[in-house]
């Protein structure tokens, strides 16, 4: 069974970047890779999205000035690279990916990705 497993959350600093990484237990025909993330006592809010064959990108208005999505078909890896963060960032960030293709309209939608991972938690401090 396909699992995503996201690595390199943790603690930082106002004004502080962190990189987080998306890999899969085993390979899946991927169209679409997502990252999105729930603060405490909030849904789980769209982040950015990536096609994986083509590399467009999708972004939330919110973020699309510090965080940056990218992927690295060779190694399987999906990257989110968060810069000038600030407390609200804190959440949990969570992986997703579908193997369907899905119109752009769509990308932003938890419902969207059948596949998803446990997340990891980012924590921005003073």
């Known amino acids: 069974q396909v699992q995503l497993v996201e690595s390199g959350g943790g603690s930082v600093q106002i004004g502080g970047s962190l990189r987080l990484s998306c890999t899969t237990s085993?390979?899946?025909?991927?169209?679409?890779r997502a990252w999105f993330r729930q603060r405490p006592g909030k849904e789980r809010d769209f982040v950015a999205a990536i096609h994986w064959s083509g590399g467009d990108t999708t972004y939330s208005a919110s973020f699309e000035d510090r965080f940056t999505i990218s992927r690295d078909s060779t190694e399987n890896r999906l990257y989110l690279q968060m810069n000038k963060l600030a407390p609200d960032d804190t959440a949990v960030y969570y992986c997703?990916?579908?193997?369907?293709?899905?119109?752009?309209?769509?990308?932003?939608?938890?419902?969207?990705?059948?596949?998803w991972g446990r997340g990891t938690q980012v924590t921005v401090s003073l």
């Open positions: 997703a990916g579908t193997g369907v293709d899905r119109r752009i309209a769509l990308v932003r939608r938890t419902s969207t990705y059948e596949y």
């Open positions: 085993i390979p899946f025909n991927t169209y679409h």
